[in-house]
């Protein structure tokens, strides 16, 4: 029923306005999985299902390929998924219209055993190798059936993604290349009343995160779409339906919500930048990716804001299809949604910052994406166009049963008559019956003809016989006969022609008559010559005729050329009275005229000439006699030929009648009807009736659909009944030409007939005959003058009493809700801006006049959104109105069933199941969901101690080739090391427990034994990793100032350093001592400091400050062993005698740049001039330093920097004077 909810846009100016070209996006379709299989295909259906084009011109397109402004592609493992939940392939009528085709599927075998066959077959394949998830022995294990989707594996479905690749990469080129190709398609789109917009491109890609083929390939799909657009149509947005688990759960639960909270970890760090998710999908290939794989995600929930839920998903396929096609429905409509995109950029644009207890973590940042929005759309509908389709499919089924003469409730009343069949035996058969009088005279009274002793009917197919192209037969034979007698006579001595003529008439016999030892052609071969040529061009004319009467409009069609076939086959072959019995008996007279001639006339003519020779002597007298007798012989040996002929030429008429009747067909059985069954062409015919007949109960089935479909209400359709005036139908003889107008560039019924026996072919001619019946009801609708009355809509709606109205109004708005089960009443505030709510309808001020008020009234204000958002525009479409409400920029930690999909993710993250993820390092990607009170206490003491471990050393990082990498060890005992994760992972998850207290029982041992110096120095490296490693990230403002958001990493370090400060001064340091100490520190750290190598990628690229200009990674640093002997670090802050300062100061190497410390110790990289040379980039605190220890001296000192016309004198340069100042002086030991 679905595809009905807003399937049409029909009957002319009643139901939308035709004064506009429709201006459309060229938008390539993108189904991944079966999710998006399924709501594609409704997209398409609702395409072919649309009449489209301007008043009077109302038609709908007999295939997609017809509609080049959108273009589709079917990604999926799963063979199977071919149709709509729902939807019978069988009895869909659109099936083979709405199927993908090849040319839009990438949909094949999978040889996953390349990948497995032993443990070194990935080694092929570095480019996946680094990612996969999966070794060959596990792939072995899990024993995978391809042939039925990726069996919920989301790393099957990225492998499969990578292997198809190059196709996949070459489907989206060639279809963007055809939606680009707008110039040729600008004729056949205005006759369908729209046009291309040349300047924006749209990819929609649609999937699920809860199997396997959507929820594995959906990122990857999403950035090679970003990449192929830039190349191939320069600016496209490519936009991300993806629906979540909840309506997916039925089968395998765990596994379901498992998928999708990995599936949203992805997407959550691929939103926020994730670099290292894919760099390549092949060998070859250097794809430039964008930072992004979406312009914008849209999530799709099986329940909405307003707590509008459906227990079946294809509820919100129907949904979402609606939406997708309501963009090209209507072009006000469609402007109105692309411009909420344009104006809900702003909230998407900025991150979600998670609220933290204050009094802990102060001026932290837990930061989430807020690039996420949701939908919903309802449709307030009179279902005039349901009730038009009903209508249609009544008239198709009227139509097809005037063209071909089918199925009416009279069986008798088009039934041929004798009188036609014998009409038609006469003129195409050569069977018109004639008297036959042309019997020879027998001199002889005493011959009877037993047979032949009167007039008899003879049939014009003998005499066609005895002609062929040379001329008649028998004409022949009797100027051969001439010409021998003529011969005889002049040639030969009277005594001579008795026995002359004997020779000449068994040469003539010879002729004429096949002698089976003889090889030469004879007349009899012409004669069965000529039998098959006719039987040839009798076929042909008779099939033409046949198939002429199915056509005919005044008595033809099928039934009255089935039933004239079984007439002329019973006059054929009729015992006894047919016309092969009767043309038998003529051959029979035939023989025995010739055989009377032959044997009595002929020979008492011979005998009479042999007389002639005894009257030789009377000269005259015998001469004249034996040319009266010659004369008479010739005539009766020609009768002699001629009926021998005759016979011959009836007995072939025989054979040929009877090849024919076998041609027209015979019966071989009945039905399970007990109808009899026929081969041949009444085989053909019956065959033919079958397909028709089938169509007929096709369209009786779409029918009944179609009448269940009106009394169903769907969960975004909200039904308005109003009692539509029917149009009577139309006469046989109109019914029968429109049929005649919707068949003309097919051939007529001989062309239909071949395609009734294939379904496909069939479902192309019901398409035409239903597709003139849409047409003809428009127009009928046209005619009685529909452009009058008032709107359906309207009328219904002011019928209602005001309560059924609202009513109405607020299941409208409610279902319109976006499609998201969100807790907007938490942590995350929904402000009103963030939605935009537009109403389509036609007419729309004349609508707001009347019901703006009540709707307005109805608006689900507790979900966030206002009546300052609410716009109706103008759509054109009369008798429905559409509900379309968007909810921009929301963080994913707002969905309501986040928490009870990781409780199954974390079920599902067992080592004996298969990944959930789709990368061999799942600790790039982050939670979705904000920790809350507890859980965040809990991981910033595991990451406190994660941090402090590292930098007393009792953690380290691993060097070799790890995966994940970053990995930190931990000495269980000595000479026994553990990989405890990465830091992401501890950040994640906390400190893993079977480690936890060890590692905390050895910092405090660690800690109880640092002095206070030491202490200080560990405070220092919080500092460091505060302002350093953790840098936080630089945000420019609306004003263009920029302010420091302070992550996860560096508040940790500074909540660290807070301890560690309070710790040392508890250990007896004053804070002045303190800070001096801390400061001096961090100056020269790599003295007192190991780097520890790489550590720079542990941290998120998102929540840390790019390096500094002279691009040194932020690495993290431990205190050196040594270091925690007594004095060991006192000895290094101890300062060095002025009286042993060199007169140029020599310069240890430059300590790493404290990141984010004030002014001017990180923001300026200074020069220094001593003695006319140029020494540095030094940091103002190295500055201070160098002068305290007396290695500088400001008075004969120059300074520049970054940002100064000249070299300034140290001693006045403003900006470092207040360190110089505020700087203790040198310790002075007490003399010796």
Same mark, same amino acid.
């Given at each position: 029923?679905?595809?009905?909810?807003?399937?049409?846009?029909?009957?002319?100016?009643?139901?939308?306005?035709?004064?506009?070209i429709?201006?459309?996006?060229?938008?390539?379709?993108?189904?991944?999985?079966?999710?998006?299989?399924?709501?594609?295909?409704?997209?398409?259906?609702?395409?072919?299902?649309?009449?489209?084009?301007?008043?009077?011109?109302?038609?709908?397109?007999?295939?997609?390929?017809?509609?080049?402004?959108?273009?589709?592609?079917?990604?999926?493992?799963?063979?199977?998924?071919?149709?709509?939940?729902?939807?019978?392939?069988?009895?869909d009528?659109?099936?083979?219209?709405?199927?993908?085709?090849?040319?839009?599927?990438?949909?094949?075998s999978?040889?996953?055993?390349?990948?497995?066959?032993?443990?070194?077959?990935?080694?092929?394949?570095?480019?996946?190798?680094?990612w996969?998830?999966?070794?060959?022995?596990?792939?072995?294990? /899990?024993?995978?059936?391809?042939?039925?989707?990726?069996?919920?594996?989301?790393?099957?479905?990225?492998?499969?993604?990578?292997?198809?690749?190059?196709k996949?990469?070459?489907?989206?080129?060639?279809?963007?290349?055809?939606?680009?190709?707008?110039?040729?398609?600008?004729r056949?789109?205005?006759?369908?009343?729209l046009?291309?917009?040349?300047?924006?491109?749209?990819?929609?890609?649609?999937?699920?995160?809860?199997?396997?083929?959507?929820?594995?390939?959906f990122?990857?799909?999403? /950035?090679?779409?970003?990449?192929?657009?830039?190349?191939?149509?320069?600016?496209?947005?490519?936009?991300?339906?993806?629906?979540?688990?909840?309506?997916?759960?039925?089968?395998?639960?765990?596994?379901?919500?498992?998928?999708?909270?990995?599936?949203?970890?992805?997407?959550?760090?691929?939103?926020?930048?994730?670099?290292?998710?894919?760099?390549?999908?092949?060998?070859?290939?250097?794809?430039?990716?964008?930072?992004?794989?979406?312009?914008?995600?849209?999530?799709?929930?099986?329940?909405?804001?307003a707590q509008?839920?459906?227990?079946?998903?294809s509820?919100?396929?129907?949904?979402?299809?609606?939406?997708?096609?309501?963009?090209?429905?209507?072009?006000?409509?469609?402007?109105?949604?692309?411009?909420?995109?344009?104006?809900?950029?702003?909230?998407?644009?900025?991150?979600?910052?998670?609220?933290?207890?204050?009094?802990?973590?102060?001026?932290?940042?837990?930061?989430?994406?807020?690039?996420?929005?949701?939908?919903?759309?309802?449709?307030?509908?009179?279902?005039?166009?349901?009730?038009?389709?009903?209508?249609?499919?009544?008239w198709?089924?009227?139509?097809?049963?005037?063209?071909?003469?089918?199925?009416?409730?009279?069986?008798?009343?088009?039934?041929?008559?004798?009188?036609?069949?014998?009409?038609?035996?006469?003129?195409?058969?050569?069977?018109?019956?004639?008297?036959?009088?042309?019997?020879?005279?027998?001199?002889?009274?005493?011959?009877?003809?037993?047979?032949?002793?009167?007039?008899?009917?003879?049939?014009?197919?003998?005499?066609?016989?005895?002609?062929?192209?040379?001329?008649?037969?028998?004409?022949?034979?009797?100027?051969?006969?001439?010409?021998?007698?003529?011969?005889?006579?002049?040639?030969?001595?009277?005594?001579?022609?008795?026995?002359?003529?004997?020779?000449?008439?068994?040469?003539?016999?010879?002729?004429?008559?096949?002698?089976?030892?003889?090889?030469?052609?004879?007349?009899?071969?012409?004669?069965?010559?000529?039998?098959?040529?006719?039987?040839?061009?009798?076929?042909?004319?008779?099939?033409?005729?046949?198939?002429?009467?199915?056509?005919?409009?005044?008595?033809?069609?099928?039934?009255?050329?089935l039933?004239?076939?079984?007439?002329?086959?019973?006059?054929?072959?009729?015992?006894?009275?047919?016309?092969?019995?009767?043309?038998g008996?003529?051959?029979?007279?035939?023989?025995?005229?010739?055989?009377?001639?032959?044997?009595?006339?002929?020979?008492?003519?011979?005998?009479?000439l042999?007389?002639?020779?005894?009257?030789?002597?009377?000269?005259?007298?015998?001469?004249?006699?034996?040319?009266?007798?010659?004369?008479?012989?010739?005539?009766?040996?020609a009768?002699?030929?001629?009926?021998?002929?005759?016979?011959?030429?009836?007995?072939?008429?025989?054979?040929?009648?009877?090849?024919?009747?076998?041609?027209?067909?015979?019966?071989?059985?009945?039905?399970?009807?007990?109808?009899?069954?026929?081969?041949?062409?009444?085989g053909?015919?019956?065959?033919?009736?079958?397909?028709?007949?089938?169509?007929?109960?096709?369209?009786?089935?779409?029918?009944?659909?179609?009448?269940k479909?009106?009394?169903?209400?769907?969960?975004?359709?909200?039904?308005?009944?109003?009692?539509?005036?029917?149009?009577?139908?139309?006469?046989?003889?109109?019914?029968?030409?429109?049929?005649?107008?919707?068949?003309?560039?097919?051939?007529?019924?001989?062309?239909?007939?071949?395609?009734?026996?294939e379904?496909?072919?069939?479902?192309?001619?019901?398409?035409?005959?239903?597709?003139?019946?849409?047409?003809?009801?428009?127009?009928?609708?046209?005619?009685?003058?529909?452009?009058?009355?008032?709107d359906?809509?309207?009328?219904?709606?002011?019928?209602?009493?005001?309560?059924?109205?609202?009513?109405?109004?607020?299941?409208?708005?409610?279902?319109?809700?976006?499609?998201?089960?969100?807790?907007?009443?938490?942590?995350?505030?929904?402000?009103?801006?963030?939605?935009?709510?537009?109403?389509?309808?036609?007419?729309?001020?004349?609508?707001k006049?009347?019901?703006?008020?009540?709707?307005?009234?109805?608006?689900?204000?507790?979900?966030?959104i206002?009546?300052?958002?609410?716009?109706?525009?103008?759509?054109?479409?009369?008798?429905?109105?559409?509900?379309?409400?968007?909810?921009?920029?929301v963080?994913?930690?707002?969905?309501?069933?986040?928490?009870?999909?990781?409780?199954?993710?974390?079920?599902?993250?067992?080592?004996?199941?298969?990944?959930?993820?789709?990368?061999?390092?799942?600790?790039?990607?982050?939670?979705?969901?904000?920790?809350?009170?507890?859980?965040?206490?809990?991981?910033?003491?595991?990451?406190?101690?994660?941090?402090?471990?590292?930098?007393l050393?009792?953690?380290?990082?691993?060097?070799?080739?790890?995966?994940?990498?970053?990995?930190?060890?931990?000495?269980?005992?000595?000479?026994?090391?553990?990989?405890?994760?990465?830091?992401?992972?501890?950040?994640?998850?906390?400190?893993?427990?079977?480690?936890?207290?060890?590692?905390?029982?050895?910092?405090?041992?660690?800690?109880?034994?640092?002095?206070?110096?030491?202490?200080?120095?560990?405070?220092?490296?919080?500092?460091?990793?505060?302002?350093?490693?953790?840098?936080?990230?630089?945000?420019?403002?609306?004003?263009?100032?920029?302010?420091?958001?302070?992550?996860f990493?560096?508040?940790?370090?500074?909540?660290?350093?807070?301890?560690?400060?309070?710790?040392?001064?508890?250990?007896?340091?004053?804070?002045?001592?303190?800070?001096?100490?801390?400061?001096?520190?961090?100056?020269?750290?790599?003295?007192?400091a190991?780097?520890?190598?790489d550590?720079?990628?542990?941290?998120?690229?998102?929540?840390?400050?790019?390096?500094?200009?002279?691009?040194?990674?932020?690495?993290?640093?431990?205190?050196?062993?040594?270091?925690?002997?007594a004095?060991?670090?006192?000895?290094?802050?101890?300062?060095?005698?002025?009286?042993?300062?060199?007169?140029?100061?020599?310069?240890?190497?430059?300590?790493?740049?404290?990141?984010?410390?004030?002014?001017?110790?990180?923001?300026?990289?200074?020069?220094?001039?001593?003695?006319?040379?140029?020494?540095g980039?030094?940091?103002?605190?190295?500055?201070?330093?160098?002068?305290?220890?007396?290695?500088?001296?400001?008075?004969?000192?120059k300074?520049?920097?970054?940002?100064?016309?000249?070299?300034?004198?140290?001693?006045?340069f403003?900006?470092?004077?207040?360190?110089?100042?505020?700087?203790?002086?040198?310790?002075?030991?007490?003399? /010796?």
């Amino acid at each position: 029923m679905a595809e009905n909810l807003n399937q049409t846009i029909t009957g002319g100016a009643s139901e939308r306005k035709q004064d506009k070209i429709i201006e459309l996006r060229p938008t390539l379709f993108i189904g991944i999985g079966g999710t998006g299989m399924q709501v594609l295909m409704r997209v398409r259906r609702r395409i072919l299902n649309t009449l489209w084009g301007g008043a009077g011109k109302r038609t709908r397109i007999e295939g997609l390929a017809d509609f080049p402004i959108a273009q589709f592609i079917h990604f999926d493992l799963d063979n199977g998924a071919v149709i709509e939940s729902g939807e019978s392939q069988a009895k869909d009528l659109q099936f083979d219209q709405v199927k993908f085709t090849d040319d839009d599927k990438v949909v094949e075998s999978f040889d996953m055993d390349k990948y497995s066959r032993d443990e070194d077959s990935l080694e092929k394949y570095p480019h996946i190798k680094e990612w996969l998830p999966l070794t060959p022995q596990r792939i072995r294990e /899990l024993r995978f059936d391809m042939s039925s989707g990726a069996g919920q594996i989301r790393a099957v479905s990225r492998l499969y993604f990578f292997d198809k690749y190059a196709k996949i990469r070459d489907k989206i080129r060639l279809k963007l290349k055809a939606l680009k190709a707008g110039l040729s398609h600008e004729r056949q789109l205005a006759e369908l009343g729209l046009r291309m917009e040349t300047n924006r491109f749209r990819i929609v890609i649609v999937g699920s995160v809860a199997g396997g083929t959507g929820s594995g390939s959906f990122l990857d799909m999403g /950035l090679l779409a970003r990449w192929l657009a830039r190349s191939e149509v320069g600016a496209a947005d490519v936009e991300l339906m993806l629906f979540l688990p909840t309506g997916y759960t039925k089968a395998n639960k765990d596994r379901v919500e498992a998928n999708g909270y990995a599936a949203l970890m992805e997407l959550e760090s691929a939103m926020m930048g994730n670099k290292g998710y894919v760099g390549r999908w092949d060998a070859y290939d250097r794809p430039e990716l964008t930072r992004e794989p979406y312009s914008e995600v849209y999530l799709i929930d099986s329940g909405n804001l307003a707590q509008q839920h459906t227990k079946d998903v294809s509820d919100v396929y129907h949904m979402v299809a609606d939406s997708l096609f309501e963009d090209f429905a209507s072009a006000d409509f469609a402007r109105a949604k692309r411009s909420i995109a344009v104006n809900q950029a702003q909230h998407k644009n900025s991150l979600y910052n998670a609220p933290v207890p204050q009094d802990r973590f102060g001026d932290m940042r837990l930061y989430f994406s807020k690039r996420f929005s949701s939908f919903g759309m309802a449709v307030l509908d009179t279902r005039q166009e349901a009730a038009r389709d009903e209508r249609a499919h009544r008239w198709a089924g009227a139509m097809l049963q005037a063209f071909f003469g089918v199925g009416g409730t009279d069986a008798g009343a088009n039934r041929a008559t004798d009188t036609q069949r014998d009409n038609f035996l006469a003129a195409n058969m050569f069977l018109k019956g004639t008297p036959f009088s042309d019997f020879p005279e027998f001199s002889d009274k005493s011959i009877e003809l037993k047979r032949s002793s009167g007039d008899f009917i003879d049939f014009r197919i003998v005499d066609e016989l005895l002609e062929d192209r040379h001329g008649h037969l028998l004409a022949g034979v009797e100027n051969r006969v001439n010409t021998r007698i003529n011969d005889i006579r002049t040639g030969f001595d009277r005594s001579e022609w008795p026995a002359q003529v004997r020779d000449a008439m068994k040469h003539l016999e010879r002729d004429a008559v096949r002698d089976q030892d003889s090889t030469a052609d004879t007349t009899e071969d012409r004669i069965s010559k000529r039998r098959r040529e006719v039987l040839d061009d009798v076929k042909k004319v008779v099939r033409d005729q046949l198939y002429g009467y199915l056509d005919n409009k005044e008595f033809g069609g099928l039934e009255y050329v089935l039933s004239l076939v079984e007439q002329i086959k019973d006059r054929i072959e009729a015992p006894g009275s047919g016309l092969t019995a009767q043309i038998g008996n003529n051959a029979e007279r035939y023989r025995e005229i010739k055989e009377a001639v032959r044997s009595r006339e002929y020979e008492r003519l011979l005998n009479n000439l042999e007389q002639t020779r005894s009257t030789f002597g009377f000269l005259s007298n015998g001469e004249k006699q034996a040319g009266v007798v010659m004369d008479h012989l010739r005539t009766e040996m020609a009768n002699a030929l001629k009926f021998h002929l005759r016979a011959k030429a009836a007995d072939e008429s025989v054979v040929l009648l009877g090849e024919l009747s076998r041609w027209l067909g015979n019966r071989v059985g009945v039905d399970a009807q007990g109808r009899a069954q026929w081969n041949g062409l009444v085989g053909e015919l019956q065959t033919g009736r079958e397909g028709v007949l089938a169509m007929l109960a096709e369209l009786k089935t779409a029918n009944t659909i179609l009448q269940k479909d009106l009394d169903k209400e769907h969960a975004t359709l909200i039904v308005i009944p109003v009692t539509e005036k029917d149009i009577a139908l139309p006469s046989a003889a109109t019914l029968r030409q429109w049929a005649d107008e919707a068949f003309k560039d097919m051939g007529g019924s001989k062309a239909l007939f071949p395609m009734l026996a294939e379904p496909a072919q069939r479902g192309l001619i019901l398409a035409k005959v239903t597709r003139m019946a849409e047409n003809m009801i428009a127009t009928a609708g046209l005619v009685e003058g529909a452009t009058s009355t008032p709107d359906p809509l309207f009328e219904a709606l002011e019928q209602m009493d005001v309560s059924e109205r609202l009513d109405r109004f607020r299941k409208l708005l409610a279902c319109s809700m976006p499609w998201i089960d969100a807790n907007m009443a938490g942590d995350f505030t929904v402000v009103s801006d963030q939605f935009k709510c537009v109403i389509g309808v036609a007419n729309a001020a004349a609508f707001k006049a009347k019901f703006g008020a009540e709707l307005e009234s109805c608006v689900p204000t507790q979900v966030g959104i206002t009546v300052s958002q609410l716009e109706i525009v103008e759509t054109g479409i009369r008798g429905r109105a559409v509900c379309y409400c968007e909810l921009a920029g929301v963080p994913m930690t707002v969905l309501r069933g986040l928490e009870g999909w990781r409780t199954s993710y974390r079920k599902e993250g067992d080592n004996d199941k298969a990944p959930t993820h789709t990368h061999i390092d799942p600790t790039q990607f982050t939670h979705p969901i904000a920790p809350n009170t507890d859980e965040m206490k809990r991981l910033a003491e595991d990451f406190g101690e994660f941090l402090q471990a590292i930098m007393l050393g009792i953690l380290t990082r691993h060097t070799g080739r790890v995966v994940p990498p970053g990995q930190y060890q931990f000495a269980v005992e000595p000479g026994d090391l553990r990989r405890i994760g990465n830091e992401r992972a501890i950040r994640q998850n906390g400190m893993p427990a079977s480690y936890e207290k060890n590692i905390a029982l050895r910092i405090e041992e660690k800690l109880a034994a640092l002095d206070a110096v030491q202490t200080a120095a560990l405070a220092a490296l919080a500092k460091y990793y505060e302002r350093g490693v953790y840098a936080p990230k630089l945000v420019a403002q609306a004003d263009g100032s920029q302010l420091p958001y302070i992550g996860f990493g560096s508040a940790i370090s500074a909540e660290v350093g807070t301890r560690l400060r309070d710790s040392a001064r508890r250990k007896g340091m004053a804070s002045d001592e303190l800070d001096h100490t801390v400061q001096t520190l961090l100056g020269r750290l790599k003295e007192w400091a190991n780097v520890i190598g790489d550590s720079d990628s542990d941290a998120y690229d998102w929540e840390v400050r790019e390096p500094e200009a002279d691009g040194q990674p932020r690495l993290k640093y431990a205190i050196k062993g040594e270091m925690l002997e007594a004095g060991r670090l006192e000895q290094l802050l101890r300062p060095v005698s002025a009286a042993a300062a060199p007169v140029a100061p020599v310069f240890a190497m430059a300590p790493p740049p404290l990141g984010g410390m004030p002014p001017p110790l990180v923001e300026y990289q200074y020069f220094l001039g001593i003695n006319g040379q140029q020494q540095g980039p030094f940091t103002g605190q190295q500055i201070v330093q160098y002068v305290q220890a007396g290695q500088v001296v400001p008075a004969t000192t120059k300074v520049w920097r970054a940002g100064l016309p000249a070299w300034a004198d140290l001693a006045q340069f403003a900006e470092l004077a207040p360190l110089f100042l505020s700087a203790p002086p040198p310790l002075m030991p007490p003399p /010796l």
